[in-house]
C-alpha cells in the first residue's frame, strides 16, 4: 500500500488532506510541523511527503533541506502545498516533486500526488 505522510500545522486543513487521501486508497501518516515530521521519517520510508512550507517549530524549508542531507531519493516525492510560493526558489522547485498552491481545489491536490508518485514509479 502506497504510504504518504501529510505535514501541515493547520489542523483542519491536515485532516482534510488526509480524508481524501485516504478516500484514495493511501495510507496516511500525520504530522503537526517539521520536527515531528523529520522524527517520523527518521523511522519509517513513506512513498510520498505532502508538505506545508510555513509551520512552526521546524518549518517546510527544513523538511526539504534534512531530506536533502539524508533521504535525497525522497525529494522528488514531496509535494508542497504553500500560500508562500513566492519563497520558493527555482532550485528547490527543481528538488522537490510537485506544488499546489494554497487555497487548493481538492481535484488539483488529487492530481499532483499522483502526477508525483507515477513520476516516482510508485503507482499501484
Request: charged content about 30%; proline content about 3%.
Given at each position: 500500500m502506497t504510504?504518504?505522510?501529510i505535514v501541515d500545522d493547520n489542523e483542519p486543513i491536515r485532516r482534510l488532506v488526509s480524508k481524501i487521501l485516504r478516500r484514495e486508497g493511501y495510507?496516511?501518516?500525520e504530522a503537526?510541523?517539521?520536527?515531528?515530521?523529520?522524527e517520523k521519517l527518521?523511522?519509517?520510508t513513506f512513498d510520498a511527503i505532502v508538505l506545508d512550507l510555513m509551520m512552526p517549530r521546524a518549518n517546510g524549508f527544513e523538511v526539504i533541506a534534512y531530506?536533502?542531507?539524508q533521504k535525497p531519493e525522497v525529494l522528488k516525492r514531496v509535494v508542497v502545498m504553500t500560500a508562500a510560493m513566492s519563497q520558493l526558489s527555482s532550485d528547490e522547485l527543481r528538488e522537490?516533486?510537485?506544488?499546489?498552491?494554497?487555497?487548493f481545489e481538492i481535484d488539483n491536490l488529487l492530481q499532483t500526488v499522483r502526477?508525483?508518485?507515477?513520476?516516482a514509479g510508485l503507482t499501484e
Open positions: 504510504t504518504i505522510l495510507e496516511i501518516e503537526f510541523d517539521g520536527l515531528e515530521a523529520m527518521n523511522l519509517r531530506l536533502r542531507q522537490i516533486g510537485q506544488v499546489v498552491a494554497k487555497p502526477t508525483c508518485l507515477e513520476r
